[in-house]
C-alpha cells in the first residue's frame, strides 16, 4: 500500500528535490524502509542507530503526532498522508 | 561581527553561517549562535557594563546584534533594566531567608520578558532585510511582537489560538498588526506557522529567528547576577512554556563565569510548570530525557505549550545544574498569584502563580534549602489575565454614599471576620 509522505526542506537533498513522494508500507516503520530503499541514506537522517525517531524529528499521520499514536509501529490505511517534521518550534519545514 | 562567528548546531556542531535559519541541515538538531568569547572578553566589564544604558542594551557585546555607532539599538531603546526586589514577606511564608523576585511583570514596554526577545529578534531581522515579521503565540510574544512591529514600522502577522484571554488580544489588536486566530492549541497554531514560514518571506522570530530571538533571554539573567552584585543566586526558579527562558538563564550565568564577571559556582535550575501541561517537569520527575508531549489543559496558558521545543535543553540545564521542578494545579496557581500580591504587592499573570506555586513545593520538600539565596522569575503582568481570578474575587461590601451605613459594614465585616478567625 502507498501513502504520501511529505519531505522538509533539509531533507530533499536525499530525496533528489522532491517535496512529496509515495512510499509502500503497513506502519510508518515500513514506510521509512521503503523511503530508504528508494533513497539510500533517508533512514540515517530519520532514525537513530537503534531505531528510535531522532530527538528532533517528528513524525505525523495525518494531522496527529505518531507519539500520540502508536509511535513507529503506527498502523496506515490508504490515504493516509505521513509529515516528517523538524521538531524545533514545530519547525515543520515541508509545504501542503 | 568577530564576536559572533556564525551558528551551530547543538546537537552534531556542524557551522553554519549567519542567516535566518534555525534547523541543521543534517541532524535537525536546533542552530545557536556560536559566540567567540575572546573577542568578547575585552569589550565586557563590570564597570562597562554599569555605565551602560539602563536597558538591555548594556549586555550587547554578549547579543547576536551590533548597535548603531552612537550606541542605539534599532528598536526597543528602553527594554529592560527591571527590577529585582528583595522578597521579604514572601521569603518570610515561604521560610526561605534570601528571596528575590525579578520582575518582569514591569518589563517596557508589554509587560513581559518577552519584549527581550523580541527587540533582539527585531534588530536581527531588520539586519537580514526583513520588512515583516510574524510570530506564533501565546499572548505575551504576540503583544511584544505587535508593539515593536509598530516601533520599527514593519508589517506584523501575529497568530494565536483562537480561545486566547480576551484581555492578551486586545492589548495585540490595539498595535494593529494583522491578527489571525487559529482554531487549535498553541502547538497546532506553531505548526502551522512553520508551514507559513517555510511559504513566506517573513521573519518569524520563533521560527526561522529563533536562535537570535532567544539570545534576548539571557539578558535577564545578566540583569539578576548584576543586580545581585555581580553574583548568581544558588537557586532560580523559571517557568518554562517552550524552555527557552530556563536553558538561558542557566547559560547566561555560564557566560558570566566563563568571562570572569561573576565567581565561579553553580546555580540549580529550577522548572516550573502546571500540573494540566507540565511535560518538562515530568520528565525531569521521571528522570527521563524522553519528552511525551502533551494536551494542554491549564489555566496558565502562557505556558501552555504541550511539545516545547526547547523541552529536552531545559531539562538537561536542570539535571546537570542539580535543580529539580515542580507542577502547580489551577487552584495552586491562583493561590500562587494571590500570595505574590498579598506579601509583595506584586499582581503577576498565571504564569507567576505557577512558579510562585512550585518555588513553594521546592521549598517544602527540602530541593531548596531555606538558607540559599533564591531567586523566582516574574515573567508577566497580572493585568493580562484578569479572567482567572475575576470569578475569585469580589468586593467586600457594597453601601450607599452614607457614614452610619459605612459603620454598620465595618461593624458587620469585623464581626464577621472574627469568627472566621
Not at chain 2, 198 to 221: L, M
Not at chain 2, 311 to 324: E, L, N
Given at each position: 500500500m502507498a501513502v504520501l509522505v511529505r519531505i522538509p526542506t533539509p531533507l530533499r537533498t536525499v530525496s533528489k528535490g522532491a517535496a512529496e513522494v509515495q512510499a509502500a508500507g503497513d506502519s510508518v516503520a515500513d514506510v521509512i524502509a521503503d523511503l530508504e530503499r528508494q533513497f539510500p541514506g533517508m533512514r540515517e537522517r530519520l532514525l537513530e542507530d537503534n531505531g528510535n525517531v531522532r530527538r528532533f524529528?517528528?513524525?505525523?499521520?495525518?494531522?496527529?503526532?505518531?507519539?500520540?499514536?502508536?509511535?513507529?509501529?503506527t498502523t496506515l490505511k490508504p490515504g493516509d498522508q505521513v509529515s516528517i517534521v523538524p521538531a524545533i518550534a514545530g519547525g515543520r519545514a515541508a509545504s501542503r | 561581527m568577530d564576536r559572533v562567528r556564525g551558528l551551530t548546531c547543538r546537537e552534531c556542531g556542524r557551522s553554519y553561517p549567519t542567516a535566518p535559519a534555525h534547523v541543521c541541515e543534517f541532524c535537525f538538531g536546533p542552530l545557536e549562535v556560536d559566540y567567540d568569547y575572546a573577542a568578547i572578553r575585552p569589550l565586557v566589564s563590570r564597570?562597562?557594563?554599569?555605565?551602560?544604558?539602563?536597558?538591555?542594551?548594556?549586555?550587547?557585546?554578549?547579543?547576536?546584534?551590533?548597535?548603531?555607532?552612537?550606541?542605539?539599538?534599532?528598536?526597543?531603546?528602553?527594554?529592560?533594566?527591571?527590577?529585582?526586589?528583595r522578597a521579604r514577606n514572601l521569603g518570610e511564608e515561604l521560610g526561605v531567608r534570601e528571596l528575590y523576585v525579578k520582575n518582569d511583570s514591569v518589563c517596557h514596554p508589554t509587560w513581559s520578558f518577552k519584549d527581550r526577545v523580541v527587540s533582539v529578534a527585531f534588530a536581527k531581522?531588520?539586519?537580514?532585510?526583513?520588512?515583516?515579521?510574524?510570530?506564533?503565540?501565546?499572548?505575551?510574544?504576540a503583544n511584544s511582537v505587535a508593539a515593536h512591529a509598530a516601533e520599527a514600522r514593519l508589517a506584523a502577522y501575529v497568530f494565536i489560538p483562537a480561545d486566547l484571554e480576551p484581555s492578551k488580544v486586545t492589548a495585540t489588536l490595539v498595535y494593529q498588526p494583522t491578527v489571525v486566530a487559529v482554531h487549535g492549541t498553541y502547538d497546532e497554531v506553531n505548526r502551522l506557522c512553520s508551514e507559513v514560514a517555510?511559504?513566506?518571506?517573513?521573519?518569524?522570530?520563533?521560527?526561522?529567528?529563533?536562535?537570535?530571538?532567544?539570545?534576548?533571554?539571557?539578558?535577564?539573567?545578566y540583569e539578576i547576577a548584576e543586580q545581585l552584585g555581580w553574583r548568581a543566586p544558588a537557586h532560580v526558579v523559571v517557568p518554562c512554556a517552550g524552555g527557552s527562558l530556563l536553558t538561558k538563564v542557566a547559560k547566561a550565568f555560564k557566560e558570566l563565569r566563563l568571562l570572569g564577571l561573576i565567581p565561579e559556582g553553580q546555580t540549580r535550575m529550577h522548572a516550573a510548570q502546571a500540573a494540566g501541561c507540565g511535560p518538562i517537569v515530568t520528565m525531569i520527575k521521571n528522570d527521563t530525557d524522553?519528552?511525551?508531549?502533551?494536551?494542554?489543559?491549564?489555566i496558565a496558558k502562557s505556558l501552555a505549550i504541550?511539545?516545547?521545543?526547547?523541552?529536552?535543553?531545559?531539562?538537561?540545564?536542570?539535571?546537570?545544574?542539580?535543580?529539580?521542578?515542580?507542577?502547580?494545579?489551577?487552584?495552586?496557581?491562583?493561590?500562587?498569584?494571590?500570595?505574590?500580591?498579598?506579601?509583595?504587592?506584586?499582581?503577576?499573570?498565571?504564569?507567576?502563580?505557577?512558579?510562585?506555586?512550585?518555588?513553594?513545593?521546592?521549598?517544602?520538600?527540602?530541593?531548596i534549602p531555606r538558607d540559599e539565596p533564591v531567586v523566582i522569575c516574574?515573567?508577566?503582568?497580572?493585568?493580562?489575565?484578569?479572567?482567572?481570578?475575576?470569578?475569585?474575587?469580589?468586593?467586600?461590601?457594597?453601601i450607599r454614599p452614607s457614614l452610619s451605613v459605612f459603620d454598620q459594614a465595618l461593624a458587620d465585616l469585623k464581626s464577621s471576620r472574627a469568627s472566621e478567625l
Open positions: 524529528i517528528n513524525v505525523y499521520v495525518n494531522e496527529e503526532d505518531i507519539r500520540f499514536l502508536d509511535g513507529p509501529k | 564597570a562597562r557594563i554599569e555605565a551602560g544604558p539602563r536597558s538591555i542594551w548594556r549586555y550587547a557585546p554578549l547579543l547576536p546584534v551590533e548597535l548603531s555607532p552612537d550606541g542605539e539599538p534599532p528598536v526597543g531603546a528602553a527594554v529592560g533594566f527591571t527590577p529585582l526586589i531581522a531588520l539586519e537580514f532585510g526583513f520588512d515583516t515579521v510574524a510570530c506564533a503565540s501565546t499572548g505575551n510574544l517555510d511559504k513566506y518571506p517573513w521573519a518569524f522570530v520563533n521560527i526561522n529567528i529563533r536562535p537570535y530571538y532567544a539570545e534576548g533571554s539571557k539578558t535577564y539573567a524522553v519528552l511525551v508531549p502533551v494536551r494542554p489543559q491549564t504541550g511539545n516545547p521545543a526547547d523541552g529536552y535543553y531545559a531539562y538537561r540545564a536542570v539535571k546537570d545544574s542539580g535543580g529539580h521542578g515542580e507542577h502547580a494545579t489551577d487552584e495552586e496557581i491562583v493561590q500562587g498569584m494571590r500570595l505574590l500580591a498579598r506579601t509583595e504587592g506584586i499582581f503577576t499573570e498565571t504564569a507567576g502563580g505557577v512558579t510562585v506555586a512550585a518555588a513553594r513545593k521546592l521549598v517544602e520538600s527540602g530541593r516574574i515573567t508577566g503582568n497580572g493585568l493580562k489575565t484578569p479572567d482567572a481570578l475575576q470569578d475569585r474575587l469580589s468586593v467586600d461590601v457594597t
